[in-house]
């Protein structure tokens, strides 16, 4: 092999920053199976008129967060990751654990949001550390950003219903 010739593997870096991907990727990865936890339990337990839409809008998203999880299950394998198994899991999730009132859509709403502002973050972080080294992670993680932007905000025009001025101000950011 030539002297300007590098091994490559999937992405031109060195492993230090192959690992540091893999890492925030698992992250991301848990984020992802801990909110199909909730919201799978949050759209089951929660009772009354306004509670409707929720169940509904969180039974939709357990779809799309469970294909977010698999597909970046993919990619650590690809990277040449192990994708773990649930001993290693973490749960952080406590603004959106299922409220002792089943009445409580509020708490819900605030917490669905908080936990997309979370998955926001974490693929923003990654987007940065894939700059010039890992362009198909990055894609994918602009593509998944942008499904929990969409989420953040149908859950906003929710708590515009309960709050107007707050849901204005996170609208605007
Ligand atoms: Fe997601
Ligand atoms: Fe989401």
């Known amino acids: ?3 300007t010739m590098t091994k490559t593997g999937p992405l031109q870096a ?5 690992k540091e991907i893999i890492r925030e990727l698992t992250r991301s990865y848990w984020m992802e199976i801990e909110t199909v936890q909730n919201y799978i339990a949050n759209s089951v337990n929660l009772e009354g008129i306004r509670a409707k839409e929720i169940r ?3 039974a939709e998203d357990i779809d799309s967060e469970l294909g977010h999880a698999r597909r970046l299950a993919d ?11 649930s001993l290693e899991f973490k749960a952080e999730q406590r603004a959106i654990q299922p409220p002792k009132d089943t009445t409580d859509v509020l708490s819900i709403i605030r917490g669905v949001i908080e936990a997309e502002d979370g998955a ?7 987007i940065e550390i894939c700059d010039h080294v890992d362009w198909a992670t990055q894609d994918l993680s602009i593509e ?4 929990e932007q ?8 929710y708590l515009a219903e309960f709050d107007r001025e707050e849901a204005r101000k996170m609208a605007t950011g």
């Open 1 to 3: 092999m030539p002297q």
């Open 14 to 18: 060195d492993q230090a920053k192959v």
């Open 56 to 58: 509904e809008s969180l």
């Open 75 to 85: 990619r650590i394998h690809v990277l040449g990751g192990i994708v773990p198994g």
């Open 120 to 126: 926001i973050e974490q693929y923003s972080k990654i």
């Open 144 to 147: 998944l950003m942008a499904d």
């Open 150 to 157: 969409g989420h953040r905000r149908e859950f906003i025009s």
